[in-house]
């Protein structure tokens, strides 16, 4: 049995009566003192499913996204699920993490998160056998695909609504670790804006945690003194930090992945709505069905609402919601491209 930590090494004992009470029953161990590790059990015949989550599960955001995709898969497809979670999102951490579960036998191992690629490009030539998925990634291979959610066509849309309901001219945009989707998504918003109106000036930040609630509310105190009255956040855990400065200030806050309007009516206006998770439910299903996801990047985009829209809040102007609309309409048609590069001004605190 191989170990990546000594904190949760489990004994040869416990791998034992592990195996006796559940056939099949994978021995996983955590990859850092605060990761978390656990299995799902399922008939030995069904296919085994990795699942790799740098973060919590429980952080009603990205990674709980994902980690309820891996759920859904296990209860609708029947597919036998196992999963590592809690580390930091390193490469050094990441890559043992992706090898252990390739070699204690998982058949598709799903890594949840575009900060997986470079240790998926490696963990996927080393176990040629295992076929390998980066949800929100970038990366291809013979044994290695991405399914990508488009949440960059509902960030836009959500800078659209930003523009149009900004009473200062100033609007936020906070994330933490500098990822292909968040920059992503912090372009989008960005041109959302500008294509609005650009008048209206934007403070965006990416303060190097995405859980760090102590961190996002000083950013979003020191956004909101700079005259931001509207606050876009691509945050996990941390949101909660934004959340507590925006009650305090009256700001208004925009989310990301789950409706946050139907959590917090009172600060949230909008949430820039992307089910992340899909990519590893449809990455199981795809597997299942013919043998290996992939090949190449899978997209879903607005096309798809149930995977990407803009939720709003009920005090959003009619007029508001159908330019929201008319966008929507023109990014499915492919008559508007949304941008996926920034190039303007940092925000520092």
């Not at 992706?98 to 963990?123: P, S, Y």
């Amino acid at each position: 049995m191989s170990s990546l930590s000594h904190s949760s090494l489990l004994s040869r004992r416990q791998w034992l009566a592990s195996s006796v009470a559940v056939p099949g029953l994978l021995a996983l161990t955590a990859c850092a003192s605060k990761a978390g590790v656990s299995a799902q059990a399922a008939p030995a015949s069904s296919l085994v499913v990795g699942g790799l989550f740098a973060g919590s599960r429980s952080d009603k955001g990205f990674m709980e996204a994902g980690w309820r995709g891996l759920e859904k898969a296990r209860e609708e497809l029947g597919v036998q699920t196992r999963f590592l979670d809690g580390m930091a999102p390193r490469k050094e951490l990441l890559l043992p993490a992706l090898n252990q579960l390739a070699e204690q036998g998982a058949q598709l191992v799903i890594a949840h998160g575009g900060q997986n690629n470079q240790a998926a490009v490696e963990a996927a030539a080393r176990n040629p056998r295992t076929q390998f998925v980066v949800t929100q990634g970038t990366v291809q291979g013979a044994n290695l695909s991405s399914y990508d959610v488009l949440q960059e066509e509902s960030a836009y849309l959500a800078g659209v609504l930003a523009a149009l309901t900004t009473k200062t001219g100033v609007v936020g945009h906070m994330s933490g670790i500098r990822v292909p989707p968040g920059l992503k998504g912090r372009a989008a918003y960005a041109a959302g804006v500008r294509d609005t109106d650009p008048k209206v000036k934007l403070l965006t930040n990416f303060s190097g945690d995405q859980d760090d609630n102590a961190l996002s509310h000083r950013i979003a105190k020191a956004q909101m003194a700079a005259g931001a009255d509207v606050i876009f956040t691509m945050l996990n855990s941390g949101r909660n930090g934004v959340t507590q400065a925006c009650r305090e200030a009256g700001t208004r806050q925009i989310g990301n992945v789950i409706d946050w309007t139907a959590v917090d009516s009172q600060v949230f206006v909008a949430s820039a709505w992307a089910d992340v998770g899909i990519g590893a439910f449809l990455a199981v299903k795809d597997m299942q069905q013919r043998g290996a996801p992939g090949p190449g990047i899978h997209k879903i985009g607005l096309s798809d609402p149930a995977a990407v829209r803009l939720t709003m809040g009920k005090d959003v102007a009619a007029s508001v919601r159908e330019r929201v609309a008319k966008t929507s309409a023109a990014i499915v048609a492919g008559s508007l491209k949304v941008p996926e590069n920034y190039a303007g001004a940092e925000f520092t605190a």
